[in-house]
């Protein structure tokens, strides 16, 4: 079992053809992922060898749809064509877009995530900014490194690409259902309240680990959902206990102003929803560990 993505995912890439594109199809071809395409309007009606595995280019979406069935796009398109082309993956009506790229412009993030709610939310927008999202050996869409852990029973949620792939690793001997990036910026598609839903929803998830970052007030209403709607144990860690306040801190919704989006802040609402939260990484996965021991 898996949420949002698995081994019958059949996967387009936007922006293929680019030098980012043509290496992370790669890297997504030798993780199982079952690419059936890439577009590209300048190159459509060619194709391009992975190590003797042939991709061939479409000159849209809705082209690469009605020939290959595929349903998941991931998005290599740089920050001023990328509006454009998630606007493209959501006029084809593609389930789930993953839009892996940095420096969108938050305008332009909020008009295309606007135009999929007003098209009735038929694409599912994860990110942007994100490393995308794995099924450990089924299949991964986006830049998650395949290789860091295995398939297993907890579900992760992750604010941070970096941290995504810490905390795979850290959790590598016990792995994963599935782990999903949802970027770090101001306006993203796909929430961590979304991803906890679809954790709770899945057999095959025992417990659920989620990042978060300091900046805005996604998980204390993350934290509220969980105590209203998640039944299974949730474990978390916020990054950030020691930045600086009014300062942006990596990502562009990591700044906290005041006491609003502080560290500190959301662990107090996320421990008085009942998630045991790590002051480290580490000691995140350790807490994970003992209330899966627990439960055998």
Not at 252 to 275: N, R, Y
Request: net charge negative.
């Amino acid at each position: 079992m898996a949420i949002f993505l698995n081994k019958d995912s059949k996967v387009i890439v936007q922006g293929m053809t680019g030098a980012t594109g043509m290496k992370h199809t790669k890297l997504m071809l030798a993780d199982g992922t079952n690419i059936v395409g890439g577009v590209n309007p300048r190159k459509a009606g060619t194709t391009v060898d992975f190590d003797g595995t042939e991709i061939p280019v479409f000159g849209s979406v809705a082209e690469a749809i009605e020939k290959t069935g595929a349903n998941v796009s991931v998005l290599f398109v740089p920050p001023a064509f990328a509006k454009a082309a998630v606007v493209e993956a959501i006029d084809a009506e593609i389930p789930l877009a993953v839009v892996i790229t940095e420096g969108i412009a938050v305008h332009d993030s909020a008009a295309f995530w606007s135009y999929a709610t007003s098209k009735g939310n038929k694409t599912r927008i994860i990110g942007p900014n994100c490393p995308g999202l794995i099924t450990p050996g089924q299949s991964n869409a986006g830049i998650i490194p395949g290789d860091i852990t295995k398939p297993g029973r907890i579900g992760l949620v992750s604010k941070s690409g970096t941290l995504t792939y810490q905390m795979m690793y850290e959790l590598r001997d016990i792995g994963f259902s599935s782990a999903v990036g949802i970027g770090g910026d101001p306006v993203i598609g796909t929430t961590h309240i979304d991803a906890l839903e679809a954790f709770e929803a899945d057999p095959d998830t025992d417990l659920i680990v989620m990042i978060g970052e300091i900046g805005g007030d996604a998980e204390e209403r993350a934290a509220d959902y969980i105590a209203k709607h998640v039944t299974k144990p949730v474990v978390g860690y916020v990054a950030g206990f020691t930045a600086p306040e009014g300062k942006t801190m990596g990502h562009a919704g990591a700044i906290v102003s005041g006491s609003s989006g502080t560290a500190q802040a959301k662990k107090e609402a996320l421990e008085a929803a009942g998630v045991k939260v790590g002051k480290t990484p580490t000691e995140t996965a350790k807490l994970a560990r003992e209330i899966l021991s627990a439960a055998q």
